[in-house]
């Protein structure tokens, strides 16, 4: 576990934060492993009947830290592990989500949302997804999802192309359900966490199931992702990029 990770529980809603203030919440692997924990954790526990994710204010989530994700690449030859379990749990997950979104959402920060049931976006939220740019593809199924909500013209331009998205745009395109103030992000998302745990926990997981689209033909999307974006990781375009992002960062 991490202490970048926070998990509660209370009144049938389990919490996730993600807590790393100084680097705007960017996932680390062990935040990714403790992520995974919680939602396969959820789904064992009948008690839960809603999983609210958040971030901090000014941050949900930078995405993936670029220096241990480099790491993890250079090592194992592709995609971390604990990246791989990540995203099948959100799938996976059969517990109604919740997003809290302040600040930024970047890269794996966006993508999770696609995921999500029901979006809570701050007016300063920024939604970016610099994929391509980095030399690598889309993950966590954002290749097909994306295309559905917002249509194929606008998913390129914000996959492929990378044009950030604002909390108002968001909300245009589907990714995002309300706009709120930043101060009242997390009141809002447990707002409306708690009012879907009020409903019949049996009646909203056959409900969700039927509006969630085939689970297999999400996690088959993910591996088809995921083996493209691990041979991109070591491409020239890729590696050059991420030197040079690094070198900023220096």
């Given at each position: 576990?991490?202490?970048?990770?926070?998990?509660?529980?209370?009144?049938?809603?389990?919490?996730?934060?993600?807590?790393?203030?100084?680097?705007?919440?960017?996932?680390?692997?062990?935040?990714?492993?403790?992520?995974?924990?919680?939602?396969?954790?959820?789904?064992?526990?009948?008690?839960?009947?809603?999983?609210?994710?958040?971030?901090?204010?000014?941050?949900?989530?930078?995405?993936?830290?670029?220096?241990?994700?480099?790491?993890?690449?250079?090592?194992?030859?592709?995609?971390?592990?604990?990246?791989?379990?990540?995203?099948?749990?959100?799938?996976?997950?059969?517990?109604?989500?919740?997003?809290a979104v302040s600040g930024v959402a970047v890269g794996v920060g966006t993508t999770m949302l696609f995921h999500c049931d029901f979006v809570v976006a701050g007016s300063d939220a920024y939604f970016s997804t610099p994929f391509v740019s980095l030399g690598?593809?889309?993950?966590?199924?954002?290749?097909?999802?994306?295309?559905?909500?917002?249509?194929?013209?606008?998913?390129?331009?914000?996959?492929?192309?990378?044009?950030?998205?604002?909390?108002?745009?968001a909300k245009e395109f589907g990714i995002a359900n309300i706009v709120v103030a930043p101060e009242d992000v997390d009141t809002e998302g447990l707002k409306a966490a708690r009012e879907i745990a009020a409903l019949p926990a049996g009646a909203v997981a056959?409900?969700?199931?039927?509006?969630?689209?085939?689970?297999?033909?999400?996690?088959?999307?993910?591996?088809?992702?995921?083996?493209?974006?691990?041979?991109?990781?070591?491409?020239?375009?890729?590696?050059?990029?991420?030197?040079?992002?690094?070198?900023?960062?220096?």
């Open positions: 576990m991490t202490e970048h990770v926070i998990v509660t529980d209370a009144d049938g809603i389990r919490t996730i934060r993600m807590n790393r203030r100084d680097k705007k919440n960017a996932l680390t692997l062990a935040m990714y492993e403790a992520m995974t924990a919680a939602l396969e954790g959820a789904n064992a526990d009948d008690s839960i009947h809603c999983v609210l994710i958040a971030g901090v204010p000014g941050a949900f989530s930078a995405g993936n830290d670029l220096a241990d994700f480099r790491k993890a690449a250079e090592s194992s030859g592709g995609l971390n592990r604990p990246a791989l379990r990540f995203l099948p749990a959100l799938v996976r997950c059969n517990k109604p989500m919740v997003a690598l593809i889309p993950e966590a199924a954002s290749s097909l999802l994306a295309p559905r909500l917002m249509g194929q013209r606008r998913a390129f331009e914000f996959l492929v192309m990378g044009h950030p998205l604002n909390a108002t745009q056959l409900s969700r199931a039927l509006t969630s689209g085939a689970t297999d033909e999400l996690l088959a999307r993910i591996d088809q992702e995921a083996k493209i974006f691990s041979e991109r990781l070591n491409s020239p375009e890729a590696k050059a990029a991420f030197e040079a992002f690094l070198a900023r960062k220096r």
